[in-house]
C-alpha cells in the first residue's frame, strides 16, 4: 500500500528559484495538508485542503501557494525560494471528520529542502 | 499560549522500562482529539494512538497506551516494555472540533520529545 506519497524527497534550490513539490495519495482521501518541520518547532500547517478544487491557508502560509485540481493530488509551491523556506516538508491526508475529529492524519515521508 | 506543551526535550529508558512522556494541551471545546506520532531518525511520521475527549476509557494499542487525565487537560503517552526500536521523537498532538478557520481541520503538535532508549 503506497499510502501517501511526496515527490521529490530531497531538493537544493537557490535563492529566488521555484519547485512544486507533489503529493498524491491513493486511499480516497477528502482531506490533505501540508506542513512544514523545523527544528525545535514542531510541524507547523502550511495550507489544506478539504476537497478537490478547493484550498485554505494554515498556520504558516506566506511564500507558498499550493492546488487541489484531483482528489488524489495536493501540490505545494514556492514561487520565489527563500533561505528561511529551507525545511522538513510533510504531506498528510485524513478521511472526512464527521461529528467527531477521530480520524488520524497520514503523513508521507517528507521532503528535505535546502534553499542556498 | 501554546496549545500542545511536551515538557520532556529528551528522554533515557532503559531497555524494557516502562516509560511516560507528557503532554498537556489547552483548548476551550468540548470535542477534540488527542493523537500521539512517532518519528524515527528515518524520518517519516507514524501514528501511534488516539485519544477522544469523550471517550470513558484510556486508549490503548498494544505497547501503548494513553494516561487521559482531562480535568488536568493530559495526555501522557506510556511505552511498556522499552525496546531498541522505541527510540525516536515523540509527537502529541490536537485536533479541535470548532469549526472555523483551520481549526477543525489541522493538527496542532507539540515540539517533541526525543526517547532514547538504552541497551
Known amino acids: 500500500n503506497a499510502g501517501v506519497t511526496q515527490t521529490p524527497k530531497f531538493r537544493v534550490l537557490k535563492t529566488g528559484q521555484s519547485m512544486t513539490l507533489l503529493c498524491a495519495q491513493d486511499?480516497?482521501?477528502?482531506?490533505m495538508y501540508w506542513y512544514r518541520q523545523d527544528p525545535g518547532m514542531g510541524l507547523r500547517l502550511i495550507h489544506y485542503s478539504v476537497g478537490e478544487g478547493t484550498t485554505a491557508k494554515g498556520e504558516v502560509p506566506d511564500g507558498y501557494n499550493v492546488s487541489r485540481l484531483k482528489k488524489q493530488n495536493f501540490l505545494l509551491g514556492l514561487e520565489s525560494a527563500a533561505p528561511s523556506q529551507t525545511s522538513v516538508y510533510f504531506c498528510a491526508s485524513s478521511s472526512n471528520l464527521g461529528p467527531r475529529p477521530n480520524q488520524p492524519q497520514h503523513f508521507g515521508d517528507g521532503t528535505r529542502l535546502s534553499i542556498l | 499560549a501554546q496549545k500542545i506543551t511536551q515538557t520532556q526535550p529528551g528522554m533515557f529508558v532503559q531497555e524494557k522500562e516502562a516509560v511516560t512522556l507528557d503532554c498537556t494541551y489547552d483548548?476551550?471545546?468540548?470535542?477534540?482529539?488527542l493523537f500521539w506520532y512517532k518519528q524515527p531518525s528515518s524520518g517519516e511520521m507514524i501514528f501511534l494512538i488516539y485519544q477522544g475527549s469523550y471517550d470513558e476509557q484510556n486508549a490503548t494499542e498494544g505497547r501503548y497506551s494513553l494516561n487521559f487525565q482531562k480535568a488536568r487537560k493530559s495526555a501522557n503517552l506510556v511505552i511498556s516494555a522499552s525496546q531498541l526500536g522505541d527510540s525516536a521523537m515523540y509527537f502529541c498532538a490536537m485536533r479541535e472540533s470548532s469549526y472555523s478557520g483551520a481549526g477543525s481541520y489541522q493538527l496542532t503538535f507539540g515540539k517533541g520529545t526525543k526517547l532514547s532508549v538504552i541497551p
Open positions: 483548548t476551550s471545546d468540548q470535542s477534540y482529539g
Open positions: 486511499m480516497n482521501h477528502e482531506y
